[in-house]
């Protein structure tokens, strides 16, 4: 199991600390309700230093992750973010990620931490274009400063004005001391904030430089506890749970990443998929009782005939209500549409909602 360079200020500050994605991380502090709050409302750390950066460059560096992406990353300036995907050829999904264009000719591919050796493996399958790829997982660490206050918490930090950078946008600037660290309006919250790469060698100096900066904004430490509550309150798909080699993007509701005007890997298949529609969806839900959905639960009918799976579920936070998102029967996907959610035998009444759950 890995460790990421902070791994150590973790533990010293007594956090939980469980294996996720092949590494050593934590996963509580004071409490996931606590944690869920401080992000709504102020300003909270994450390090999510397992997620996995590859650099491509080259004159076809953009015709790779043209073909091996869904979204159309043809309409990146440099300094600008997307959100996409990589469709397997069959119907499934490889992995979502982000794509920074970093210069002309220069992107940065950021991938989930269990996929790093998959995605490397399956873009360069189709590098036969001389593109220079650099898997660069375990040089660079990544903090994630969310929430309304980060803005003005981190201000003092760069000389960069933080409130004139665009949502999935990103300067290259110097950040707590250091010259060239890249600052992305970019974030798994839904509250804001920025995700900050760095080299190993500058993050536990910049660990503490936000921390010292922030202190008067009430800034705290957070797990991953409740940066899943925190995502799932905005509806945010997590690989493994309501995404994977398995289920499309049309499925997943992602056909607004998924881009018809350029060929891709499977694109024939998918766009016959949202031509003719599909058979299941990926919809939210909110319970109507006291009682909290989980991974794994059949969702059935009025009948109790199983519709589907639930594929995540939590208690939220901000709303204090059983939500989730599962997989049904597209005959059961509509808004409204009342549904049950298999709980230790009992089949709990839930009703199908419009995505995201929790409404600024």
């Not at 040089?139 to 309304?148: H, K, N």
Request: glycine share 10%.
């Amino acid at each position: 199991m890995k460790n990421t360079i902070l791994t150590h200020v973790h533990e010293s500050l007594g956090a939980k600390m469980l294996p996720f994605a092949g590494f050593n991380m934590p996963i509580l502090y004071e409490g996931v309700n606590a944690e869920h709050e401080t992000v709504r409302n102020g300003v909270g750390v994450f390090d999510v230093s397992h997620m996995g950066e590859f650099l491509l460059t080259g004159e076809n560096a953009l015709a790779l992750i043209q073909k091996v992406t869904s979204n159309d990353a043809s309409t990146l300036t440099v300094g600008k973010a997307q959100y996409s995907c990589m469709p397997n050829k069959d119907g499934g999904i490889v992995d979502d990620l982000l794509v920074y264009r970093i210069k002309d000719e220069q992107y940065l591919l950021v991938v989930n931490a269990s996929n790093i050796e998959k995605d490397w493996e399956w873009i360069s399958s189709f590098n036969d274009m001389n593109v220079e790829m650099r898997n660069l997982s375990d040089e660079f660490s990544l903090l994630a400063i969310q929430g309304p206050k980060a803005v003005e918490a981190m201000q003092s930090l760069t000389s960069v004005d933080l409130s004139a950078i665009s949502y999935y946008h990103f300067e290259v600037a110097d950040f707590a001391g250091f010259p060239y660290v890249i600052i992305s309006a970019t974030g798994y919250t839904g509250s804001g904030g920025f995700e900050i790469y760095c080299k190993n060698d500058q993050v536990e100096t910049i660990w503490n430089k936000v921390f010292e900066a922030g202190k008067d904004f009430g800034i705290k430490p957070i797990g991953l506890a409740a940066r899943d509550t925190l995502r799932l309150e905005m509806g945010f798909c997590l690989y493994g749970n309501d995404i994977d080699d398995t289920t499309s993007p049309i499925e997943a509701g992602l056909g607004w990443i998924t881009k018809f005007t350029k060929n891709f890997v499977n694109s024939e298949n998918l766009q016959k998929q949202k031509e003719k529609g599909v058979r299941r969806k990926l919809i939210g839900f909110e319970m109507k009782e006291r009682s909290v959905p989980r991974q794994g639960y059949e969702i059935v009918n009025a009948n109790g005939d199983v519709i589907g799976h639930v594929t995540s579920g939590t208690m939220s936070p901000s709303m204090g209500i059983g939500i989730g998102m599962g997989y049904v029967a597209i005959d059961h996907s509509a808004l409204g549409t009342e549904i049950f959610i298999r709980i230790r035998k009992n089949d709990v009444p839930a009703t199908v909602v419009k995505m995201p759950f929790y409404k600024k």
